[in-house]
């Protein structure tokens, strides 16, 4: 069992910055590509960013591509999900999760149904 626990979201304006934070709990978080999605009222859970196990692979939603930044620290069992240059766009419930089967990765990693453990979610407004 893993738990995932989200902090960093908060009230922002355009153009600001936020860095999202998500604890890991469990020995194996070193073995599990994690990701971050995002859901905004009244739309479906979307893809934002992954990174594999490492660190070493990174992805990101074409909407986010050079603004966001994704890393981790495994000897932290800690994701991060860097947000730039943040849009109104951008304002949602972001939820971090983990992906353990490394098989379906690469093909799947957009997938929010391909992920086994959610943290609850922090939200995040960006106004204008």
């Known amino acids: 069992q893993v738990q995932l626990v989200e902090s960093g979201g908060g009230l922002v304006q355009a153009g600001d910055s936020l860095r999202l934070s998500c604890a890991a709990s469990?020995?194996?978080?070193?073995?599990?590509?994690m990701g971050w999605f995002r859901q905004a009222p009244g739309k479906e859970r979307s893809f934002v960013a992954t990174?594999?196990?490492?660190?070493?692979?990174?992805y990101y939603a074409d909407s986010v591509k050079g603004r966001f930044t994704i890393s981790r620290d495994n000897a932290k069992n800690t994701v991060y999900l860097q947000m730039n240059a943040l849009k109104t766009e951008d304002t949602a419930v972001y939820y971090c999760?983990?992906?353990?089967?490394?098989?379906?990765?690469?093909?799947?990693?957009?997938?929010?149904?391909?992920?086994?453990?959610w943290g609850q979610g922090t939200q995040v407004t960006v106004s204008s």
């Open positions: 999760a983990a992906l353990t089967n490394p098989r379906t990765w690469l093909g799947s990693y957009y997938k929010y149904k391909e992920y086994d453990y």
């Open positions: 469990g020995r194996t978080f070193s073995s599990y590509a």
């Open positions: 990174i594999s196990w490492s660190g070493g692979s990174t």
